[in-house]
């Protein structure tokens, strides 16, 4: 049964979802966003560590490089707008090893590059003037960067959504797309819908439905969790701007970081260890959930095999990674008076959707992948949030018109204006 025929249907109602039913319903476009649990934001968007980033991580002339940037201020005025919780708290990113004061320069460089206004190179002695508990020899620092609560952002995204005429329905799983000349059938466990055109935006279940559709299939998606502990102890918060380490600029991730939260919380997380089971939010109970999923991974393993840096990471999570020790030590890296008991395990698990191609190489751009009536949204991975608004302004522009097919094919994106 046809239960109803729209122009665009999207699938996940998570902050890039929202924000696109956003720009199209703004658009006069008639959306319906199918969302399988029952509120919006309940995964990566609702679990992250809210961090609006600068910029300056992503690689030159990458897309993600030109949302970030764009996206960061486009996250402010709407944050402003909507008075959805904000704070520009600015940004350290520690060399707590001599040897990476002088990399410090290559990150303002890609930073410069990139657009990112007032980066800064000082010695943290004079960093401490700011932010008293920094340790290390020098930081970069970032005005621009802010936290926001990542939550409320999806839901006010999903609000002006459906003030402009959008649908969303909740328990709606997509279990199947079907592209035909004519429209796509979008089919949910108990309905079905029509539409010109759907647009793939499920996180970390998005390459299953770009699979189904023989879309896709260069790359294998690792699903990443990240754990954070909380600093409890009581008096002056230990740091009230977000720290980062230094990291290598050839690793797509960004290290250990100490952040406030809008709520007054300061993290110290989130990590990144590879699991098989997509939801694993609750304890370690993944590692039984890999035995059962294993046989059926095979494309998974291999790429984890191929890949020293997941293998490192995956290392961590028998040893390091999921004890109190190893978060406690990266943070002391870059901050000091944090006491091994100031910390808790905190009850926020994220989960990043990490593309990895088939030779078991990371990628580390957007990966954006079409057919005639589908766009498939597939390496969203952070700062995905800092780019939802950009993101969806960039894809909807593009969707002009949509239904007489988008084409786009990532990561070549990068070239697109
Ligand atoms: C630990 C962690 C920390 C992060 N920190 C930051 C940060 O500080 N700053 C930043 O900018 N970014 C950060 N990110 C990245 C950011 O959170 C993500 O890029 C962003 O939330 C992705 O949004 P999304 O809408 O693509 O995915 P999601 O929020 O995962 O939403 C996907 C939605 O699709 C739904 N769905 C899935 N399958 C189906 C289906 N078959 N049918 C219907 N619905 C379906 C899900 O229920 C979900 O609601 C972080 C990510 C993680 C995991």
């Known amino acids: 049964m046809i239960e109803n025929t729209v122009d665009v249907i999207i699938i996940g109602g998570g902050v890039l979802g929202c924000a ?143 003030r402009s005429g959008a649908h969303i329905r909740y328990w709606q799983e997509v279990v199947n797309i079907d592209e035909r000349p004519d429209a796509v059938y979008v089919s949910t466990r108990d309905a079905r819908y029509r539409a010109e055109i759907v647009v793939n935006c499920a996180g970390v279940h998005a390459d299953r439905l770009a699979h189904g559709m023989g879309v896709g299939e260069d790359y294998v998606l690792v699903p990443l969790r990240g754990i954070y502990f909380t600093v409890t102890r009581s008096g002056p918060p230990l740091i009230q701007s977000i720290v980062y380490p230094f990291q290598d600029c050839a690793s797509p991730f960004f290290g250990v970081h100490v952040a406030p939260t809008v709520n007054g919380a300061v993290l110290v997380g989130p990590g990144a260890v590879p699991v098989f089971d997509r939801e694993a939010y609750h304890s370690i109970s993944h590692h039984f959930t890999v035995m059962a999923q294993l046989a059926s991974q095979r494309a998974v393993w291999k790429a984890v095999f191929q890949n020293r840096e997941l293998l490192r990471l995956g290392w961590k999570s028998d040893t390091h990674s999921v004890t109190k020790q190893y978060f406690w030590k990266e943070a002391c890296r870059v901050v000091e008076g944090l006491e091994f008991e100031d910390l808790s395990l905190g009850s926020r698990v994220g989960i990043y959707p990490q593309l990895i191609q088939t030779d078991g190489q990371f990628i580390d751009d957007l990966v954006i992948e079409s057919t005639e009536r589908s766009i498939h949204v597939l390496n969203m991975i952070a700062p995905g949030m800092t780019c939802a608004l950009s993101f969806a302004k960039w894809l909807t522009d593009r969707m002009q018109g949509a239904g007489q097919g988008v084409k786009f094919k990532t990561p070549s994106l990068a070239s697109v204006s």
């Open 20 to 162: 696109i039913a956003r720009s199209l319903a703004a658009q006069r476009r008639n959306v319906m966003l199918l969302e399988k649990e029952p509120d919006v934001g309940l995964h990566a968007s609702g679990r992250n560590s809210g961090i609006v980033h600068s910029g300056f991580h992503q690689k030159p002339g990458s897309l993600a490089a030109r949302l970030c940037v764009e996206g960061s201020h486009a996250i402010r005025k709407y944050a402003e707008s909507r008075r959805i919780p904000y704070e520009q708290v600015g940004t350290y990113v520690v060399a707590s090893d001599k040897s990476h004061v002088a990399m410090l320069e290559d990150l303002k460089g890609r930073g410069d590059r990139n657009g990112v206004q007032d980066l800064q190179i000082i010695p943290v002695s004079r960093a401490k003037a700011n932010e008293p508990s920094l340790h290390g020899h020098a930081v970069l620092y970032s005005p621009t960067g802010a936290i926001i609560d990542s939550r409320a952002l999806t839901k006010a995204l999903a609000n002006d959504a459906l």
